[in-house]
């Protein structure tokens, strides 16, 4: 199947930065867009940001010019640099993908890292 593995999480003080990755693996044909969503305790999960095969990408206005979304086609893997990061950021986040898995009947697949745990505090 396919695997989403996330790292780079953990806690920071307020104005400082983290850099969190994901890398996909498994049975992957082809990466369509890749991005990342947030969830804070008793939020509802929400989209960070999101990138394309291409590199276009998209922020919540939250986030914009604090945090920057790249990709390595290469690697199948997906980072996001955090900086300015502000308590209200704390969350656990999700990595996200749209994969074609491939097989003698490929099939998209909407795959979801586990999370991993970001936390902004002094």
């Known amino acids: 199947q396919v695997q989403l593995v996330e790292s780079g999480g953990g806690l920071v003080q307020p104005g400082g930065s983290l850099r969190l990755s994901c890398a996909a693996s498994?049975?992957?044909?082809?990466?369509?867009?890749m991005g990342w969503y947030r969830q804070a305790p008793g939020k509802q999960r929400e989209l960070v940001t999101a990138?394309?095969?291409?590199?276009?990408?998209n922020y919540a206005d939250s986030v914009k010019g604090r945090f920057t979304i790249t990709r390595d086609n290469a690697k199948n893997t997906v980072y996001l640099q955090m900086n300015s990061l502000k308590p209200e950021d704390t969350a656990v986040y999700y990595c996200?993908?749209?994969?074609?898995?491939?097989?003698?009947?490929?099939?998209?697949?909407?795959?979801w890292g586990q999370g991993t745990l970001v936390t902004v505090s002094s």
């Open positions: 996200n993908a749209g994969i074609v898995v491939s097989g003698p009947e490929p099939y998209a697949l909407d795959a």
């Open positions: 498994g049975r992957i044909f082809e990466i369509d867009a």
């Open positions: 990138i394309t095969s291409g590199g276009s990408t």
